[in-house]
T-cell receptor, first 114, second 114 residues
């Protein structure tokens, strides 16, 4: 079974621009979560989508938004980019089982804001 | 504030030794616990999940959970240089509605010396 895929893998943007990142979950997984990872803050939860609805949200400003499509693919958008948005953005898909719900990460999109 | 704490390391062990990685969490209602391995520049890779008190073994890896002490650990037997990576502890709190779904520790960097 194919894993989680993310596109693009690398991005360079300038301050003030916006960016859209894409994530395709593992087939059959309906939950998609997004994380920001920086050396200083570690892995920070952005939001989670399930069946096209945002189910959980982390503590990030409104510039960060997302959506999920009927095929479970998800996009994340960051508007008005700031230098501090430079990070590795990770998408994780998960499937609930009898024991719980386990997340599997994609390769990430590395965003550099200049 | 729900927290997951890990010693950042680096934890250095000689090849063939047992590496012991520890994690404490603050939310007593947490239900699911995970260990991820992350190589430099790569995305986290799931190693172990544990849901019940006690030990869970998978190959050279053993996860240990003590909910009363709010403590989860990962033991790596016969450590190899290829185990050198950052190990992330993740906790899934019981109450997920409207708040963080997964909380990650900042990770422990493990160095296995040949």
């Amino acid at each position: 079974k194919a894993g989680v895929t993310q596109t693009p893998r690398y991005l360079i943007k300038t301050r003030g621009q916006q960016v859209t990142l894409s994530c395709s979950p593992i087939s059959g997984h309906r939950s998609v979560s997004w994380y920001q990872q920086t050396p200083g803050q570690g892995l920070q939860f952005l939001f989670e989508y399930f069946s096209e609805t945002q189910r959980n949200k982390g503590n990030f400003p409104g510039r960060f938004s997302g959506r999920q499509f009927s095929n479970s693919r998800s996009e994340m958008n960051v508007s008005t980019l700031e230098l501090g948005d430079s990070a590795l953005y990770l998408c994780a898909s998960s499937l609930a089982t009898g024991e719980g719900e386990t997340q599997y990460f994609g390769p990430g999109t590395r965003l550099l804001v200049l | 504030q729900k927290e997951v704490e890990q010693n950042s390391g680096p934890l250095s062990v000689p090849e063939g030794a047992i590496a012991s990685l520890n994690c404490t969490y603050s939310d007593r209602g947490s239900q699911s616990f995970f260990w991820y391995r992350q190589y430099s520049g790569k995305s986290p890779e799931l190693i172990m999940s544990i849901y019940s008190n006690g030990d869970k073994e998978d190959g050279r890896f053993t996860a240990q959970l003590n909910k009363a002490s709010q403590y989860v650990s990962l033991l790596i037997r016969d450590s190899q240089p290829s185990d050198s990576a950052t190990y992330l502890c993740a906790v899934n709190p019981l109450w997920t509605s409207g708040t963080y779904k997964y909380i990650f520790g900042t990770g422990t960097r493990l160095k296995v010396l040949a």
